[in-house]
C-alpha cells in the first residue's frame, strides 16, 4: 500500500535469501527465481510500519521499482 499523499519515507531495503528457488527464507512462495532476487522493504506511514516487495535483480533495480509505487521515497545506506 503507497504511503500517504506527499509523504517522503525512507524505506529500509534488504534482500530476502531464496529457499529452493521458489520460497523466500521466511517460507512465503514467489514461483521460481530466475536468478533475481525478492527485495523487502520497510518504512513508516502515518505512526505505522508497512512493507513492500519487490523482485529485481539488484538493489539499485530494487529501488527503480519501490520508486514506481513509491515515488518520493529515500532509502537508508
Not at 519515507?9 to 514467489?30: E, F, T
Not at 505512526?47 to 516487495?53: G, L, N, R, S, V
Not at 527503480?64 to 509505487?69: L, M
Amino acid at each position: 500500500m503507497p504511503p500517504s499523499k506527499g509523504a517522503t519515507p525512507k524505506v529500509s531495503l534488504r534482500r530476502l535469501r531464496w529457499v529452493d528457488h521458489d520460497y523466500d527464507q521466511w517460507g512465503a512462495y514467489w514461483g521460481g527465481g530466475m536468478g533475481d532476487f525478492i527485495w523487502w522493504g520497510q518504512y513508516e506511514d502515518a505512526d505505522e510500519c508497512k512493507d513492500i516487495f519487490v523482485r529485481a535483480f539488484s538493489r539499485d533495480e530494487a529501488k527503480d521499482k519501490v520508486r514506481e509505487e513509491i515515488p518520493l521515497a529515500k532509502f537508508y545506506r
